[in-house]
């Protein structure tokens, strides 16, 4: 039986991730928490744990005293010399208790230790799989979706985790079986609530795609500077190239658009514009309100901006709802005021 307890340490170590010296840990409480909730809570109790030679064994601990006042715990000289002449007061003594003799209801809440070991293990395992992996985007797949909030439950890999409706992208629909790449926002170490935070909507979505995507990005040539997104609708993400025979804007569109158009699709054809970053904040504002042509802008405070555009640019430059300029004015960092002649 020792045996084949071991072995299946070994399967869950190999399978889940859950390392053999922690069930080890969980299996000696289990053990010592049946032991006392038969023999008593007072008892003492030691338990040998053995990979090597495969062997579990438990020991009840008594101190040999003149007199008894706890049977629990105490053991009288007099016994004691009857054990083994050497016996003196204050010695430890050991008795091996076989761990069959315990009664099913002891059985039953070592079981229960071992089965919340086991299950708090496969939680760290993930946590630890998920901590490397924070601030980055994993690919997933769409195992089942609760139609009545409107979440999707994922297969990453590292078990099962919850995309929230308010982490989706607007108006995005999943089926069964769909693989999508989601951020991995936060992950939570306490052994209670959802294990990971999952996003399609972050901003960090759109950064690490066009890091993984953009050659140049990923080899350090082209910087990200800046990314203000409303998901599902629009995306500014400002570009700056450490190499003047490098086009920053250029490298992340490819040619006829083809680097983009993978993100833009991934993205269910979120419109994404690619601004040419500047350390001129007046150059940086004006790239940043496009396609709006900008005649002038001028510096009027900290942080704040007058911008003067023709009236037929009026409308571009703002945008729908005012999102061009609500973008503009959080990827450059500026209040953006704008103005016709």
Do not use: C, H, W
């Given at each position: 039986m020792n045996k084949e307890f071991f072995v299946a340490l070994d399967l869950l170590e190999k399978e889940k991730g859950i390392p053999k010296e922690y069930m080890l840990e969980k299996v000696e409480a289990a053990l010592v928490q049946a032991f006392k909730k038969e023999y008593g809570n007072n008892t003492?109790?030691?338990v040998l744990l053995d990979p090597v030679k495969q062997d579990v064994r438990v020991?009840?601990?008594?101190?040999?005293?003149?007199?008894?006042?706890?049977?629990?715990?105490e053991i009288s000289l007099e016994e004691a010399k009857a054990m083994s002449k050497r016996n003196t007061v204050g010695k430890i003594i050991e008795f091996e208790v076989k761990t069959k003799d315990f009664r099913r209801l002891s059985a039953g809440a070592a079981k229960s230790v071992i089965i919340q070991g086991i299950r708090e293990g496969e939680r760290k395992a993930a946590q630890q799989a998920y901590e490397n992996k924070r601030e980055e985007i994993i690919t997933a797949t769409v195992s089942k979706i609760d139609f009545e909030n409107g979440n999707a439950i994922l297969d990453t890999?590292?078990?099962?985790?919850?995309?929230?409706?308010?982490?989706?992208?607007?108006?995005?629909?999943?089926?069964?079986?769909?693989?999508?790449?989601?951020?991995?926002?936060?992950?939570?170490k306490e052994l209670k609530g959802p294990l990971v935070t999952l996003s399609r909507v972050h901003q960090g979505l759109v950064r690490r795609m066009f890091e993984l995507e953009i050659p140049e990005i990923t080899d350090g040539v082209v910087m990200i500077?800046?990314?203000?997104?409303?998901?599902?609708?629009?995306?500014?993400?400002?570009?700056?190239?450490?190499?003047?025979d490098v086009d920053a804007v250029g490298a992340c569109i490819g040619n006829h658009g083809m680097r983009i158009s993978g993100i833009v699709d991934e993205l269910c054809g979120e419109k994404i514009d690619?601004?040419?970053?500047?350390?001129?904040?007046?150059?940086?504002?004006?790239a940043a309100l496009a396609p709006a042509q900008i005649d002038s802008v001028v510096i009027t405070g900290e942080r704040a901006c007058r911008v003067i555009v023709a009236p037929d640019q009026l409308s571009l430059a703002i945008g729908k709802e005012g999102q061009n300029a609500r973008l503009a004015a959080r990827l450059t960092g500026y209040k953006i005021d704008i103005k016709t002649e």
């Open positions: 003492n109790v030691r020991y009840q601990q008594k101190e040999v005293v003149e007199v008894v006042e706890n049977p629990e715990t890999g590292n078990g099962n985790a919850v995309l929230l409706k308010s982490e989706q992208i607007p108006g995005e629909e999943y089926e069964v079986g769909q693989r999508i790449k989601v951020f991995v926002m936060e992950v939570n500077k800046g990314v203000a997104r409303e998901a599902g609708s629009r995306t500014k993400i400002a570009v700056f190239s450490r190499d003047e690619i601004v040419r970053f500047s350390e001129a904040p007046e150059e940086y504002i004006a």
